[in-house]
């Protein structure tokens, strides 16, 4: 009788042992002392250390950077309190030296870490390790991150001209004009608008207009002079470009500056009354943002002083004044 | 009947809990390399009608964060972190060192948060161990997110008595929350809570 239960429990251990070995995931047990027990063979794999050299060592003195990790203290939880924690991957990047080809140690799996206590039966903490390779959720997680990150990139570009669009722009006025407003700095405002577009559109058809309007804005963009500066498409030929830290006269110089940009292009425009080539008019206003000024009020006095500019007959740059005479 | 604690107990459980919040701010200042500080100021006991009252004050937000375990011992106990859902993700994205904002948190925040609690409770439990000399067993942490009623079974007679809750403050630089720790025991456990504290303090007398 003693024999046959002394052969099924043999039975059981191999079993079970067989079975941790064959487990998907790495396993590692250690005793109380912290001493490896058992070191199944994805570990083997995933280390290239084999169980003959793991069983029977500290784990702190196999992996000794991990002497004061957190999975160091998770280990001294189970071991002294009965605890389980957990690892993630985000808050611990790869702390076991486990490779897909150990030969090729170029980069760590991805690692999610469940570390829990056993009790033994006559009381005493042993604790198993459980590592999950996650390295392909990871990918997954960073790929969509991506896409998500290049979708919104993209719900502020204008599809034509490939430079931001008008949400993007009054997201970009409000944040610079709160900026503005706690560093008591100017700020200024230039709306551009083509002169004659519609007979441009009209006598050379929409894909030449397109591509009027390309250039036009790759011009106001190469005009720019400091990387704070934002070109936006307001509109179907209108231009609203914001200036943090510049003053009336910068602004005036630069807007002046974009005018000469997009004349020297020598767009061929024969029904312009202008030049025969593309012109922009051009509104600023400016503000120190103590006046109280909102920036939509901001907006309307350049878009006040474009159409002075169109009055005036194009091609020129109007500065907005409290009083402005035609 | 009142299950209450005196002053002295009160504050004997707020020691113990601040000893262990503090050790676990100080495995996450390690993890994110930037200054955590956390603090438990207040213990409170809620039971029987005063059970209704706590779902009002743990609705710290429409929809809260909770980071779960349970604890097995001579007391036992289902312990849960609260914190207001924005919150939440400003603290994990902010320890991820992470600006993109979606809504919801992705599965990998949602581990990194469970990882948080984790080790924020663990702290409480082996603190707990320390002083009262006993040991727990535990379950891994689970992440929940709802309402209060929905995250939380004050109303199920069947997840205990009554209800320990720790007020618990989170700060980082430039982000501040407050939250709750909750324990729901029974009224066995609560009677070897209180006898344990009891002993705590003879010993130290």
């Known amino acids: 009788m003693e024999t046959t239960d002394t052969t099924a429990l043999a039975e059981k251990f191999y079993i079970c042992t067989a079975a941790a070995h064959k487990i998907n995931i790495g396993a590692v047990v250690l005793n109380n002392a912290g001493e490896i027990w058992f070191w199944n063979r994805w570990l083997e794999e995933k280390s290239g250390l084999p169980a003959g050299t793991a069983v029977g060592k500290m784990f702190l003195e196999l992996f000794p950077e991990l002497n004061n990790s957190r999975l160091a203290s998770a280990i001294n939880a189970a071991l002294k309190y009965g605890l389980t924690s957990l690892l993630s991957q985000s808050l611990n990047k790869a702390p076991l030296p486990l490779f897909e080809n150990p030969s090729n140690r170029k980069e760590r799996l991805q690692q999610a870490i469940h570390v829990t206590s056993i009790e033994s039966q006559n009381g005493e903490h042993f604790c198993l390790i459980q590592v999950n390779d996650i390295s392909l959720a990871v990918k997954k997680e960073r790929l969509l991150r991506e896409q998500a990150e290049k979708l919104r990139g993209l719900a502020y570009i204008d599809g034509l001209t490939g430079i931001p669009n008008r949400r993007r722009m009054d997201e970009y006025l409000a944040d610079e004009f709160r900026r503005a407003a706690r560093s008591n700095e100017p700020i200024s405002v230039i709306m551009a608008d083509i002169d004659h577009f519609k007979q441009y559109n009209d006598g050379y058809g929409h894909q030449a207009g397109d591509f009027c309007l390309q250039r036009i804005a790759n011009a106001i963009k190469a005009a720019l002079r400091r990387p704070a500066d934002l070109v936006a498409r307001y509109g179907g030929e209108e231009f609203a470009i914001v200036l943090p830290d510049t003053p009336m006269d910068g602004a005036a110089a630069l807007a002046d500056d974009i005018r000469k940009h997009v004349e020297n292009l020598s767009i061929t425009h024969e029904t312009s009354e202008v030049t025969g080539c593309v012109t922009l008019s051009l509104g600023v206003s400016s503000t120190l943002p103590n006046s109280r000024l909102s920036e939509g009020a901001l907006l309307s006095q350049a878009d006040s002083a474009l159409y002075l500019a169109k009055l005036k007959g194009r091609n020129r740059v109007v500065i907005y004044r409290e009083h402005p005479q035609v | ?205």
């Not at chain 2, 009002?56 to 604890?71: E, G, H, K």
């Not at chain 2, 080790?119 to 689970?142: E, K």
């Open chain 2, 1 to 205: 009947m009142t299950f209450d604690l005196s002053e002295l107990q009160r504050d004997a459980l707020i020691e113990i809990f601040n000893i262990g919040v503090g050790q676990a701010a100080s495995s996450m200042s390690q993890i994110v390399g930037e200054p955590i500080v956390l603090s438990v100021p207040a213990v409170e006991i809620l039971y029987g009608d005063n059970r209704a009252d706590a779902i009002n004050m743990l609705t710290l937000s429409p929809r809260i964060c909770a980071v779960s375990q349970d604890f097995i011992g001579n007391i036992s106990a289902r312990a849960f972190l609260i914190f207001p859902e924005g919150k939440t993700r400003e603290i994990v994205r902010r320890m991820l060192g992470d600006s993109v904002s979606t809504d919801e948190l992705s599965e990998m925040e949602q581990e990194a948060l469970s990882e948080i609690g984790n080790i924020i409770l663990n702290s409480c439990m082996s603190s707990l161990s320390d002083a009262f000399q006993t040991s727990f067993c535990c379950t891994p942490p689970a992440y929940h997110l709802g309402a209060t009623d929905e995250v939380l079974p004050i109303n199920d007679p069947q997840e205990g008595d009554l209800l320990m809750l720790c007020h618990i403050d989170f700060s980082m630089p430039e982000a501040q929350i407050n939250g709750y720790l909750v324990f729901l025991m029974t009224l066995s456990s609560f009677n070897a809570l209180v006898k344990q504290v009891d002993q705590f303090l003879l010993g130290i007398a």
